[in-house]
C-alpha cells in the first residue's frame, strides 16, 4: 500500500469525481483508477459501489477513509516536523539535568538561550545521574547536565564549570563558627546524602575517603532542600553546592582539605540525530555557562578567608 495511492483513494472518496481527483493530482484518469484498483486488490475487498461511472463509498471504503485521512495528517505532520530540523531558531530541546542545578543555574541557562531563540521550547526532566543517562540512552533527551564524566559507551561529556562543594553544618554545631574546615573534622559523625544513583553521592564517598574515613550515612535522599533540612534539624552534616542564599539553621562551611569541588558538565550521545536546535543549546552551553552566583559569591568568600587566614 503506497501513499499516492491513499491520497488518490482519499480525494475520490470525500466525491471528486475520478476527472476532477486527476487534474487536482496532476495524474492522469486511468492511473489514478488503476491506483485505486490496486488498492483494493491489496485490501482484499471492494471500497465503493459502481453505478456506471459513479464512484459512491461503500461501508469497507468509509472505514478506510477515516483511517487513511488519521494516517496522512500524521504523515503530513511528520514531514513538516523534519522540514523545520534544520532551523535552530525552532523546536524542542529534551533537557534532563541534576536536581542540586535546578534552583539558579538551569534557569539562569534557559533564559539566556531564550533571548537569543524565543520560538524554541523545553521538554526537561530532573534526576540523578544514573537516571539521566538512562533517558539519553534511551533517546528520550537530547543532552544532560552530569557532575561527573560519563564512563557509559556511547556518551560524550564535556566540561563547562566548576562548582565548590561545602560542608554543610547545623547553626549549634561545633564548627559552626569556623571559616574553614578538614572534611576530617566531621569523620564519625552522621551525614545525610543523596541516594545511590546520584553523582554526588559518589563524590562524597570519595572526598570522605580521601580524608581517611568512610562516611556513616543516616539518610538517602534526592533533594538539596530536604537534605538541607535535615542537617539543619540536627540529623548530620552533609557535602553540597552552595546555596542560593542564607537558610535558616545551618552554615555553610568552607573546607579546605581535600580539595572539595564537582566539575558540571554536558553529555550527549553523538550516534543519536540531533535537530539543529539541539546543536545550537550544545553550543551555546559550551561557550555561554557560567558559574551562578551561589558558586561566585562562596568563591569570593573563600578568597577574602584565604587573605585574612594568611
Avoid at 546555596?243 to 539553621?249: K, N
Avoid at 553550543?283 to 578567608?305: I, K, N
Wanted: with cysteine.
Amino acid at each position: 500500500m503506497e501513499i499516492d495511492q491513499l491520497r488518490w483513494f482519499v480525494m475520490v472518496a470525500e466525491g471528486r469525481t475520478v476527472t476532477a481527483a486527476a487534474a487536482e493530482l496532476h495524474v492522469s484518469q486511468s492511473a489514478l483508477s488503476r491506483g485505486v484498483a490496486r488498492l483494493e486488490h491489496e485490501i482484499g475487498t471492494p471500497l465503493f459501489d459502481r453505478v456506471g461511472r459513479v464512484l459512491r463509498l461503500n461501508s469497507n471504503g468509509q472505514t478506510l477513509l477515516d483511517a487513511a485521512k488519521r494516517a496522512l495528517n500524521s504523515i503530513d505532520g511528520a514531514v513538516r516536523t523534519i522540514g523545520t530540523a534544520a532551523d535552530p531558531t525552532v523546536g524542542t530541546v529534551r533537557f534532563a539535568f541534576l536536581n542540586t542545578l535546578g534552583n539558579e543555574f538551569v534557569p539562569t541557562l534557559l533564559s539566556g538561550f531564550r533571548v537569543l531563540y524565543p520560538k524554541v521550547e523545553f521538554l526537561l526532566r530532573q534526576g540523578g545521574t544514573t537516571r539521566n543517562e538512562r533517558y539519553l540512552l534511551d533517546g528520550e533527551v537530547d543532552v544532560v547536565l552530569a557532575a561527573q564524566p560519563s564512563d557509559q559507551p556511547g556518551i560524550t561529556w564535556r566540561p563547562i564549570v566548576e562548582e565548590p562543594l561545602t560542608l554543610v553544618v547545623p547553626t549549634g554545631h561545633r564548627l559552626a563558627r569556623r571559616r574553614t574546615v578538614r572534611l576530617a573534622d566531621v569523620a564519625g559523625e552522621p551525614f545525610v546524602t543523596f541516594s545511590d544513583g546520584f553523582g554526588l553521592r559518589l563524590i562524597t564517598e570519595r572526598l570522605c575517603h580521601q580524608a581517611g574515613f568512610a562516611p556513616r550515612i543516616a539518610f538517602e535522599g534526592e533533594e538539596p532542600f530536604t537534605l538541607r533540612g535535615l542537617v539543619g534539624a540536627g540529623c548530620g552534616v552533609a557535602l553540597l553546592p552552595p546555596a542560593p542564599g542564607p537558610l535558616p539553621d545551618i552554615v555553610e562551611l568552607r573546607i579546605s582539605q581535600p580539595r572539595c569541588a564537582r566539575t558540571i558538565g554536558i553529555g550527549w550521545c553523538p550516534d543519536h540525530y540531533a535537530p539543529a536546535v539541539v546543536e545550537a543549546f550544545r553550543e551555546y552551553v559550551l561557550t555561554e555557562a557560567r558559574p551562578s552566583a551561589a558558586w561566585s559569591r562562596f568563591r569570593t568568600h573563600q578568597g577574602r578567608d584565604d587573605l585574612a587566614d594568611g
